[in-house]
């Protein structure tokens, strides 16, 4: 009995760690991003669809900020998911908008786990013809 009790109690402590995803730091000034030549209003629509294509689910979606994260993938041990990434976007001036984009790795999984920042951007340009 008290080894299914134990049983148990790791394996929800497993599901509470697997759910839990690191959180997208907003890249530095310094940092490059890239500008279309876009209204923030449409780019923000191709971020969205970016970040879906690529296997984010969304979690927020404000303005100039969209977050999204990807469910983890299990097996014998978790395996890929559970990165998150972030989209910043800045309106440079009415037809220009600039993008920065941030994946953060969970604890759980890293091994596993990618860099999305690449993929997101290729995909917003795939909608939105290319960047500056």
Known sequence: ????????A?????????GCSATP???TQ?????VYNKPEATVQKAAVDALVANGF?????????IEGARPHKFGAVVGS??????????????DKTAVKVSTAKSMLGIVGQKNWDKEI?????????GHQ
């Open 25 to 27: 730091t907003r890249p």
């Open 121 to 129: 951007i290729a995909a917003m340009d795939s909608s939105l013809g």
């Open 81 to 94: 998911g559970g990165e998150s990434a972030g989209v910043w976007l800045s309106s440079v001036a009415s």
């Open 10 to 18: 790791m394996a929800g402590c497993v599901l509470v760690l697997a």
């Open 30 to 34: 310094k940092l490059p991003g890239v």
């Open 57 to 65: 689910v969304i979690d927020k979606s404000e303005g100039e900020y």
């Open 1 to 8: 009995m008290k080894m299914m009790a134990i049983k148990f």
